[in-house]
């Protein structure tokens, strides 16, 4: 029996993220350059995607490109970004296929103009499908994500249209690059390093986190089934007590 024949159905988060960590040091690993473990990472990328949308979630969010990464050696920014280029060309009639929209969180204004306008036709191509939603943070930062929400709300409460007593946490939220998708309920992070990393840090008040010491470039449909049964052996309580959950549910 596989980790899928176990994963219980009716209670699949519906929102799963990824830090996907390790492509350097994997490729170090096998004696190659970085960029090495990037390319095989694509691999683990599309194995991912295909596992979800089997399983059956609704939301998938890759880390892809942080704000930080852009203080990497440039040769490695470039081919980062070549490689997204091309995997998203590459892939666009696969996503058609399985029904998957892609989105992106980050800024997108930032992106060399070929990897911002590839990613934009992909964003038009798929946006009705309905199967699942991929989304990559792309220039992204969980710190430039709220302080962008903060300015965004500042300006309306300076026009008028905005009171700051009717400022409520849903105001925040729906400030966000996420406004209008579900919190993650699961975040899964590979590599064996147990941080966040700016990732998210508003929509994870309440994920289950799994960590894993898989490599990204070795992540497969397999581990991936495996954080999903992980999360679903997790109580989530919402800060109430076992107790108070066990006779909501009797
Ligand atoms: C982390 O490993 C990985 C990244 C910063 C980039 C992830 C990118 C890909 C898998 C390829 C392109 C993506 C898509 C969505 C097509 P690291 O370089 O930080 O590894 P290290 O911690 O071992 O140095």
């Known amino acids: 029996m596989d980790a899928r024949d176990q994963i219980d159905m009716t209670r699949l988060p519906r929102h799963v993220a990824i830090i996907m960590d390790g492509n350097g040091r994997w490729a170090k690993a096998h004696g190659k ?6 390319r095989n990472g694509v691999k683990s990328v ?40 091309q995997t998203v060309r590459k892939e666009i009639k696969t996503l058609q296929e399985n029904q998957i929209r892609l989105q992106t969180i980050g ?21 009705t499908n309905t199967r699942m939603t991929l989304i990559l943070a792309l220039n992204y930062s969980a710190k430039w994500e709220i302080a962008e929400a903060t300015r965004l709300i500042a300006n309306e409460v300076k026009n008028g249209t905005l009171q700051p007593d009717q400022i409520t946490e849903q105001t925040i939220a729906d400030h966000l690059n996420t406004a209008g998708i ?39 449909k397999e581990h991936f089934k495996e954080a999903l049964l992980d999360y679903q052996h997790r109580e989530r309580r919402f800060g109430k007590t076992s107790d108070q959950l066990s006779s909501q549910n009797v």
């Open 107 to 127: 800024d997108r204004s930032r992106l060399p103009s070929k990897t911002a306008r590839t990613l934009e036709e992909a964003i038009e191509a798929t946006r």
């Open 46 to 85: 599309r194995e991912v995607t295909e596992a979800a949308a089997e399983i059956g979630i609704s939301y998938l969010t890759l880390y892809a490109f942080s704000t930080e990464n852009w203080s990497r050696p440039a040769s490695e920014v470039n081919a980062l970004m070549q490689l997204l280029v």
């Open 33 to 38: 350059p970085r960029v090495f473990g990037h």
């Open 182 to 220: 579900p919190d993650p309920e699961l975040l899964i992070r590979t590599s064996g390093e147990s941080r966040i990393s700016n990732f998210l840090l508003w929509q994870i008040a309440y994920a289950e986190l799994v960590f894993t010491p898989v490599m990204w470039p070795d992540f497969r």
